[in-house]
């Protein structure tokens, strides 16, 4: 990976600066029955900060939050993510007038919010030490966070989520052996 270049607007997630092997490695996560996921990706790795009128444009997407949340399924658990910001200063359209537009990028997400380290050729996902290390301490902070919550229960979740029982909206999960 090239070297993310931070971006002074959002203060905390970064532009991913890939190479082009790595776009493409990116786009194979995607869904082949939507073209348009893929070509939101590519586009966006090339062009950081894109207004919402040359994604439009240039992906052929009308609705690019609907495909940036479909694309996030499969980029999430590799640590990037489609996401817009407003622009410091609204754009305008051709009359002069400001619109809603967005700026849209490619972002880098930090390393502990990468859930899965890996996914297996069967389509099921280890989990990231990170992620472990939280669900673990998931009982702790529930209990001193949220008084009432019992600890069955914030036991019973982290059991399930480690059985497979709950899935994460990118696929399967791994079984783990207490």
Request: proline content about 6%.
């Amino acid at each position: 990976m090239k070297a993310t270049i931070p971006s002074a607007s959002t203060g905390f997630m970064t532009i991913a600066s890939l190479e082009s092997s790595e776009t493409a490695q990116l786009s194979n996560l995607l869904p082949e029955s939507r073209p348009a996921l893929a070509r939101l990706v590519k586009y966006l790795a090339d062009n950081p900060h894109s207004p919402s009128v040359n994604v439009n444009h240039s992906c052929a997407i009308g609705n690019i939050s609907q495909e940036a949340t479909a694309a996030n399924k499969k980029l999430f658990g590799r640590g990037y993510m489609v996401g817009c910001m407003r622009p410091p200063v609204p754009l305008k359209n051709r009359f002069e007038q400001e619109t809603s537009q967005h700026l849209w990028s490619l972002y880098a997400l930090p390393k502990e919010a990468a859930i899965f380290d890996l996914e297996k050729k069967d389509g099921t996902y280890v989990y990231s030490d990170e992620f472990k290390s939280a669900a673990k301490n998931m009982n702790e902070l529930l209990t001193k966070y949220v008084p009432d919550f019992s600890n069955e229960l914030s036991e019973l979740i982290v059991s399930k989520i480690f059985s497979g029982e709950i899935k994460h909206l990118m696929g399967t999960t791994e079984e783990k052996s207490a």
